[in-house]
């Protein structure tokens, strides 16, 4: 790894899925996603005839680092099928290590628009999500019964 | 009355800073509700905003951190939750190594003092504070 490489933090990991509307493929959904760090950055990919999509990663030098902070992304991706406006993701990235959204596995996300929004949180990190992906998520206060 | 113990202490300095960046306050009050839901009373209410930066001009207004009441067996207990340095702007804060006086009269680190003084804090008894 070069220095310039430990300098990069994944804002946003690459991420793999599917959109259906009610279990059918939904083609042609246009996916406005945003990360916003020190400023807000927007990209958009379309699904195919299948309802697959993909995004690349979305990476950033971190600047001064001798000046420390704590890593905190807010990560959102809005989805436009048919005139109407989906929630698909809304999140805050707390780690700036690749797939952390997944605890380091590729995230590969099925999402179906008519579904219930989930929350869930990963690693302290909260995601609220049309999403289901293969992440074990944390165990609330009280699963861990520490009140 | 359960004091806060150190487990939940450290785990909501932590949570205060993806709760100050959530996408709206009731995203935030979701997330608290989900994490907490039986320990504390959260409304939207609960957002406490502050600016830190350095000269006016340059002053970055944002999320600064939450009030908690306490509930069930954390009846009678309240928490100010105030984020730490998130931003480069809050460095100019840090920096700002100076000396004022607070609400009491006692000095205290004039970079902090000055984030907090537009943070209206009207609960009063407050008896923890988490974070910073």
Known sequence: MTRKDSDQATLFSAMAGVITMDGKPAANVRLVRTVDYDKKETDETTTDELGNFEFPAVRQHIRLKFLPREFVVSQSIKAYYEGTEYELWEGVKRNASENSESRGKSLVVSCDLLSEEKHIRVDGAPYFSLCTWDVEPDPTMIDMEVH | ?132
Not at chain 2, 41 to 59: C, E
Request: glycine share 12%.
């Open chain 2, 1 to 132: 009355m359960t004091a806060l113990n150190p487990k939940i202490s450290s785990l909501l300095a932590k949570d205060v800073y993806a709760l100050t960046r959530a996408s709206s306050v009731n995203k935030a009050i979701s997330d608290l509700n989900y994490q907490y839901g039986p320990l504390f009373n959260f409304n939207t209410q609960n957002l406490l905003r502050g600016r830190t930066g350095g000269p006016s001009i340059i002053k970055v207004r944002t999320g600064f951190g939450f009030t908690l009441i306490g509930q069930g067996k954390l009846k009678g207990e309240a928490v100010i939750l105030f984020r730490g340095t998130q931003y480069l702007a809050d460095w100019l804060s840090n920096v700002n190594v100076g000396t004022s006086s607070s609400i009491a009269g006692l000095p205290v680190h004039d970079g902090f003092n000055m984030a907090f003084i537009p943070v209206p804090l009207e609960n009063a008894g407050f008896r923890a504070w988490v974070g910073c």
